[in-house]
C-alpha cells in the first residue's frame, strides 16, 4: 500500500501530459478521421509500445547514456527530425482519396490504402521520432517514484505508461472517427492534410534546432 499513492501520483502526471495536443494526437486524430476507426486504434497500440519504449529506456538509466555521449542522443534526434518532416511533407503532398463516405462505385476505383503494417510502422516510428521524451520519464520517475522501490514498482510504472497511451488515444480514435467529424474531414481533407503535414513539417525543424 505504501507506493500505491507514488503510481497514483505517477498515474494522474502522466497522463496529464499525455493529453496535451502534439504530434501523436495529430496522427491519430488525423488518421481516425480518413482512415477508420480500427485504424486509428491500431495506430494507438502502435503508439503505446514508442512510449513503453522510452519509458523502459528511462527506467534503466538511459538518459545516463545521453548525458555522457551527447551524440548519441544528437544523431537520435535529428533522425526523429528528419522521419517528422518526412511525414509532414507526404501528407502535404498527398493527393485526395476516396473515403468510406463516397460511393460504392467510387470506392471500387479508390487507390489501395497504405497496409496496417505500414500504419503501425508509421505510427510507432513518430512516437519514438523524439528521445526529449526521455527526459520527461526520467524526471517523473526520479520524482514520483520513491528511491529504492521494488523492481515491481518500476514495472508497475510502465504498465500504467502503456495503459494511459492507449486508453487516452483510443479514445481520440473514437472521438474522431464518428460520422460527422469524418464528414468535415472528408469534405476538407486537402486543406487538412496540409496544415497536418505543415505542423508536423514545423514539429520536425523545431525538434531538429533544439539545443541542450
Do not use: C
Amino acid at each position: 500500500m505504501e507506493y500505491l499513492v507514488p503510481l497514483l501520483g505517477f498515474a494522474l502526471a502522466h497522463i496529464l501530459a499525455v493529453a496535451s495536443p502534439g504530434p501523436s494526437f495529430l496522427f491519430i486524430s488525423h488518421t481516425a478521421a480518413t482512415r477508420s476507426r480500427a485504424d486509428g486504434v491500431l495506430a494507438s497500440f502502435a503508439m503505446s509500445w514508442g512510449a513503453l519504449v522510452w519509458a523502459a529506456a528511462a527506467l534503466f538509466g538511459l538518459q545516463t547514456i545521453f548525458a555522457q555521449v551527447v551524440w548519441i542522443e544528437t544523431a537520435i534526434r535529428l533522425a526523429g527530425a528528419a522521419y517528422l518532416v518526412y511525414l509532414g511533407v507526404r501528407l502535404m503532398l498527398s493527393r485526395r482519396e476516396n473515403s468510406p463516405t463516397d460511393s460504392a462505385d467510387e470506392a471500387a476505383t479508390a487507390p489501395i490504402p497504405a497496409s496496417r503494417a505500414k500504419l503501425f510502422r508509421d505510427a510507432l516510428l513518430l512516437q519514438l521520432s523524439n528521445p526529449k521524451v526521455i527526459v520527461f520519464f526520467g524526471s517523473i520517475f526520479a520524482v514520483l517514484l520513491p528511491a529504492g522501490a521494488p523492481a515491481w514498482v518500476g514495472f508497475a510504472a510502465l504498465a500504467i505508461v502503456f495503459a494511459n497511451e492507449f486508453w487516452w488515444y483510443a479514445l481520440v480514435s473514437v472521438v474522431f472517427s464518428t460520422g460527422p467529424t469524418r464528414r468535415f474531414f472528408d469534405r476538407w481533407k486537402i486543406w487538412i492534410n496540409r496544415v497536418a503535414g505543415g505542423v508536423l513539417t514545423l514539429l520536425g525543424i523545431r525538434l531538429a534546432l533544439l539545443v541542450r
